[in-house]
């Protein structure tokens, strides 16, 4: 069965920083691997997927991704935070055929100015 | 479009009570899905249909919960009787099909607390 690691609880960053939230996960073949965002009070929305091709995703709101197999790893990045990326974020990943995405705990994501 | 939608937003109830969630998803979206968010946890999925006929309800609590979607669009969530532990977010949200290629869209969730 798959499963996600995402092993930062919570990570304060500086207004204009950059930033790297980290999701390490667990499965026997090539995922399919998303990012989500969470603010307080609304539901989860896509910033990124991963399933096949190049191992650099871009995103919505100047997120990228990174898969990197030989890691187990599907690193979050932005190059220049701003206030208004503060939230919670959720690395999730989906097995091949089948319909069941799990998630990983999150990671809270400060940002101070 | 018009996103998921879900009510009611808020939910306290005493332990044993019952209480029932509602899921409007987006039109033409055949696949919906329940998930349970509980404080400090990623959203864990309950129960999955396509139109409305369940695909995966292998994390739901039987027991108390069981979920409908009559007529493939609306859905409802019920828990009889409500634990301590049901406390949590409960996400609705849809998809095109089932498939990783179509995009879920959640809703902003019902938060429910149990005392």
């Known amino acids: 069965a798959q499963s996600v690691t995402q092993p930062d609880i919570h990570i304060t960053v500086s207004e204009g920083a950059s930033l790297e939230l980290r999701c390490n996960y667990s499965y026997g073949a090539t995922p399919y691997l998303f990012w989500y965002v969470q603010s307080p009070g609304q539901g989860l929305q896509l910033l990124l997927k991963?399933?096949?091709?190049?191992?650099l995703v871009q995103g919505i709101k100047g997120f990228e991704a990174e898969f990197k197999r030989s890691q187990s790893s599907f690193n979050l990045r932005k190059p220049s935070v701003h206030w208004s990326d503060a939230a919670e974020y959720f690395c999730?990943?989906?097995?091949?055929?089948?319909?069941?995405?799990?998630f990983g705990a999150g990671t809270i994501l400060r940002v101070k100015s | 479009e018009a996103g998921v939608a879900q009510s009611p937003r808020y939910k306290i109830i005493e332990k044993r009570q019952s209480v029932a969630f509602w899921c409007n998803p987006i039109s033409g979206h055949a696949t919906l899905y329940w998930y349970q968010q509980i404080l400090g946890q990623g959203p864990k999925l309950l129960i999955q249909f396509q139109n409305n006929g369940v695909v995966d309800d292998s994390q739901l609590p039987k027991d108390r919960f069981s979920a409908e979607r009559l007529k493939g669009v609306d859905s409802t969530l019920k828990i009889q009787p409500a634990k301590l532990e049901d406390s949590a977010v409960y996400l609705c949200a849809s998809s095109l099909n089932p498939t990783w290629e179509s995009p879920l869209h959640f809703g902003n969730g019902t938060r429910l607390t149990v005392t």
């Open positions: 991963y399933f096949s091709g190049d191992t």
């Open positions: 999730a990943v989906g097995a091949m055929g089948g319909n069941k995405l799990v």
